[in-house]
């Protein structure tokens, strides 16, 4: 579980090697989350962000662990932590 609150450090980073083959599936455990909180989890392409994915309570996101992501943080106005489940699974080819 990964937990991260207003004022933390977050860097963009790859859950595993390229060419390792590894999928992540992301879970957002929250009850409740207002977009004016941030939180997004932002995904780059080629060093540029490409897209980002709100915080939705109860969310799974599903991806190749080779993409560059970062978790960012909750905004000043949150009074709440942004949790996270990453599991990581090691599939036999490479994904797509």
């Known amino acids: 579980m990964n937990l991260c609150h207003y004022g933390d450090m977050e860097y963009p980073h790859r859950d595993c ?3 390792e083959g590894a999928v992540t599936v992301l ?3 929250m009850m409740s989350w207002n977009k004016e909180w941030g939180g997004e989890t932002i995904f ?5 962000s490409k897209y980002a994915i ?3 309570p109860g969310r799974f996101v599903i991806f190749c662990g080779e993409l560059e992501h970062l ?3 909750p905004t000043r106005i949150c009074s709440q932590s942004r949790y996270t489940v990453a599991l990581k699974f090691k599939i ?3 994904c797509k």
């Open 44 to 48: 780059y392409e080629y060093g540029e």
């Open 17 to 19: 090697e390229l060419g």
């Open 27 to 29: 879970y957002y455990p």
């Open 54 to 56: 709100s915080p939705k």
């Open 71 to 73: 978790g960012t943080l």
């Open 92 to 94: 036999k080819s490479q």
